[in-house]
């Protein structure tokens, strides 16, 4: 079993920044892919920035230049460092990670991330 838990969502004024943190626990080896998704009121999930065990990152188009992923394979932690949010962030942020010894993905519960205008 490997649990997944997000942290570091709240309220924010446009132009602001955020640092989310996902560290996941359990019995596993270790992590090859971590990242985050985030899902809208009415949208589907979407990924925002993923990153591999040898900390090589991806990012969506729409966070390029504004959004930072990193890792901690010590701590088996993710970090997501969003700058110049937009109100159009606003979403729940899920982190997942995929365990070497499992065929699948584990998932967190989310935390909501507003931005206001």
């Known amino acids: 079993q490997v649990q997944l838990v997000e942290s570091g969502g709240g309220l924010v004024q446009a132009g602001g920044s955020l640092r989310l943190s996902c560290i996941a626990s359990?019995?596993?080896?270790?992590?090859?892919?971590m990242g985050w998704y985030r899902q809208a009121p009415g949208k589907q999930r979407e990924l925002v920035a993923v990153?591999?065990?040898?900390?090589?990152?991806n990012y969506a188009d729409f966070v390029k230049g504004r959004f930072t992923i990193s890792r901690d394979n010590a701590k088996n932690t993710v970090y997501l460092q969003m700058n110049s949010l937009k109100p159009e962030d606003t979403a729940v942020y899920y982190c997942?990670?995929?365990?070497?010894?499992?065929?699948?993905?584990?998932w967190g519960q989310g935390t909501q991330v507003t931005v206001s205008s």
């Open positions: 359990g019995r596993f080896f270790s992590i090859e892919n």
């Open positions: 997942y990670g995929r365990p070497t010894d499992y065929s699948i993905p584990f």
């Open positions: 990153i591999s065990s040898d900390s090589t990152p």
